[in-house]
């Protein structure tokens, strides 16, 4: 990415003069018809010092405005708009538009290929007056008190009021395409990304104090409460070593509370007397209708 060197013109508080035009020894054939249209004389544009000359005059004349974007903004605090039934209306009574508008403080046309563009000081004076009036009244009342918040409130402000002033808006160079006699001109194909880097300056008001991160609620005791399987492949011998365990940890095996993870139904099959099965064996084993038998070399069909 190329350095990006911006006159003094673009610094924060700085007050607006002449733009810095920085052209390459071939000038596009757009920018020459542009200039010959605004023109509207036989002026000229042979050589490069000429066309750079003329486009920071006509670019640094007072009336040379850009409006970047426009924003729909409250006209006052969410506690105090009107309420109507009527959407129309209750739009036309509480929004407003607001043209952000900027002058032309710097055109590359050498490495970045960029104009950068500086906010006027009316624009800037608007977009801090709905900052204090409105959006920070908002941000204060969605948010909890805690020690110290109005202060905060005020350095929040402070910090868009010093970010405002030193913003800068570097779009492409093909945008003075659509420049107009007195210098002006409209930001049309980058006007979205204007107003997301204005609407970027807006910072949420953040409860300076270290969160505390809340307990997780205890888990209630699962129906099915886990217990370790035993690896073994003969299913006979699973009342030894299942015997054994619940004597190391009875709880395991309560019957009223556990069940296992799986079930044998060979292992009350064998012995249904010496080993009855409890009463949830028939919930989740439920008895399977036996097939009728056949002969040898009857069809199963």
């Given amino acids: 990415m190329p350095v990006r060197l911006l006159p003094k013109s673009a610094e924060a508080f700085a007050p607006r003069s002449a733009p810095e035009i920085v052209l390459n020894t071939e000038v596009p054939c757009w ?48 506690a105090d708009l009107r309420k109507n039934c009527d959407a129309l209306v209750e739009a036309l009574h509480n929004y407003q538009f607001l043209h952000v508008e900027a002058y032309v403080v710097h055109v590359d046309m050498v490495s970045a290929q960029e104009v950068a563009f500086k906010l006027t000081p009316e624009t800037i004076e608007r977009l801090i007056e709905y900052h204090a009036d409105i959006y920070s009244v908002d941000a204060s009342a969605d948010t909890p008190e805690w020690p110290g918040k109005e202060s905060q409130v005020k350095s929040m402000q402070d910090d868009f ?15 003075l395409e659509g420049m107009e006699k007195d210098g002006s001109g409209e930001l049309i194909q980058d006007s979205k990304k204007a107003k997301r880097a204005i609407m970027e300056l807006f910072l949420p008001l953040v409860d300076p104090r270290p969160s505390y991160r809340l307990a997780s609620p ?17 299913r006979r011998d699973d009342d030894t070593e299942l015997g054994s365990l619940a004597q190391h940890n009875p709880s395991l095996y309560d019957p009223w509370c556990s069940l296992p993870l799986y079930f044998s139904r060979h292992h009350y099959d064998m012995c249904p007397i010496q080993n009855p099965p409890p009463i949830w064996y028939e919930l989740v084993n439920p008895t399977m209708p036996a097939e009728p038998e056949r002969q040898i070399g009857e069809c199963a069909c």
């Fill in 31 to 78: 920018l020459t018809k542009t200039l010959k249209r605004v023109s509207g004389t036989k002026r000229s544009f042979n050589s490069v010092s000429q066309r750079s000359q003329y486009l920071k005059q006509t670019l640094g004349a007072s009336k040379a405005i850009w409006t970047l974007c426009s924003l729909l903004l409250l006209k006052a605090p969410d």
């Fill in 218 to 234: 205890l888990r209630s005791k699962s129906i099915l409460c886990e217990e370790p399987r035993v690896e073994n492949t003969d």
């Fill in 161 to 175: 009021r010093q970010s405002v002033n030193q913003f800068v808006l570097c779009t492409r160079v093909s945008a």
